[in-house]
T-cell receptor, first 112, second 111 residues
């Protein structure tokens, strides 16, 4: 089993739709979680951190379910500019080091 | 703040040649990561430094790859000799607390 697994996608949804992605992780001791966004031929950029209580940033909502070991990203009222690949990231801290694992990404395409 | 700086942005070379990729961290960050990204394998962590010390190099493919961090703000990733299967985008990232900031990447093509 992969350490971090994401919905394979691609997701192709109309503008204005709501879309959700999930990401599961295998290490129950994982400590911090993030969603990154990567546009075509660009570098990944932090979209938002994921907090235990869930958090919202405008149209984006991230949630963490430790019991089931998954995180989710919800995008409401999707825009054409939301088209990108969304990467789930899990960070495990041990001793003074950390292990950062990226999921393989979920491609999202918003159509007019 | 200029962000993470990588050079060159594009490199085309022939099989067997040495390739050196360079990265300058964001000032004040103390962790540096080298990643490789391909369509087939996604984003792979190659090596990571903390305070100039290599912490985890388990992702380095083989002896042809080496990475150094001679000072707190600069790192190199060297491939010698290069092979066509090394063709990929190589990203460098620096970290502040839990957040990673990626450079624009070097697109390497080995013919």
């Amino acid at each position: 089993r992969k350490e971090v697994e994401q919905d394979p996608g691609p997701f192709n949804v109309p503008e204005g739709a709501t879309v959700a992605f999930n990401c599961t992780y295998s290490n129950s001791a994982s400590q911090s979680f993030f969603w990154y966004r990567q546009d075509c031929r660009k570098e990944p950029k932090l979209l938002m951190s994921v907090y235990s209580s869930g958090n919202e940033d405008g149209r984006f909502t991230a949630q963490l379910n430790r019991a089931s070991q998954y995180i989710s990203l919800l995008i409401r009222d999707s825009k054409l500019s939301d088209s990108a690949t969304y990467l789930c990231v899990v960070n495990d801290w041990y001793s003074s080091a950390s292990k950062i694992i990226f999921g393989s990404g979920t491609r999202l395409s918003i159509r007019p | 703040d200029a962000g993470v700086i990588q050079s060159p942005r594009h490199e085309v070379t022939e099989m067997g040649q040495e390739v050196t990729l360079r990265c300058k961290l964001i000032s004040g960050h103390n962790s540096l990561f080298w990643y490789r990204q391909t369509m087939m394998r996604g984003l792979e962590l190659l090596i990571y430094f903390n305070n100039n010390v290599p912490i985890d190099d388990s992702g380095m493919p083989e002896d042809r790859f080496s990475a150094k961090m001679p000072n707190a703000s600069f790192s190199t990733l060297k491939i010698q000799p290069s092979e066509p299967r090394d063709s990929a985008v190589y990203f460098c990232a620096s970290r502040n607390e839990d957040t990673q900031y990626f450079g624009p990447g070097t697109r390497l093509t080995v013919l």
